[in-house]
């Protein structure tokens, strides 16, 4: 069992950035892997990016490569992502999530968070 709580969400403006981080409860967050998800108003939810226990593979959905970074830090129980050029369609809830497999699929992640409201403006 673990919490997981996301923030640094906010309004930016096309082209800025944000960096999200979420926190996790527990000793055991280096055995998850990590995710990052996000779903727009009406849409359905969507994988964003992920990283393995150890930090050694990632792994980023097409539309976000090259402009986002997932990251972690075993140490702080935490799990980053850097989001630059931020266009309007990644406006969203974004959620963080946990998973015990090695190299899950959207479908295999344990425990989530409450989400963060990113909202892009022009």
């Known amino acids: 069992q673990m919490q997981l709580v996301e923030s640094g969400g906010g309004l930016v403006q096309a082209g800025g950035s944000l960096r999200l981080s979420c926190a996790a409860s527990?000793?055991?967050?280096?055995?998850?892997?990590m995710g990052w998800f996000r779903q727009a108003p009406g849409q359905e939810r969507e994988f964003v990016a992920s990283?393995?226990?150890?930090?050694?593979?990632?792994e980023y959905e097409g539309s976000v490569k090259g402009r986002f970074t997932i990251s972690r830090d075993n140490a702080e129980n935490t799990v980053y992502l850097q989001m630059n050029s931020l266009k309007l369609e990644d406006t969203a809830v974004y959620y963080c999530?946990?998973?015990?497999?090695?190299?899950?699929?959207?479908?295999?992640?344990?425990?989530w968070g409450q989400g963060t409201q990113v909202t892009v403006s022009s």
């Open positions: 990283i393995t226990r150890d930090g050694d593979t990632t």
């Open positions: 527990g000793r055991s967050f280096s055995r998850y892997s």
């Open positions: 999530a946990a998973s015990g497999a090695y190299y899950p699929n959207p479908r295999e992640y344990d425990y």
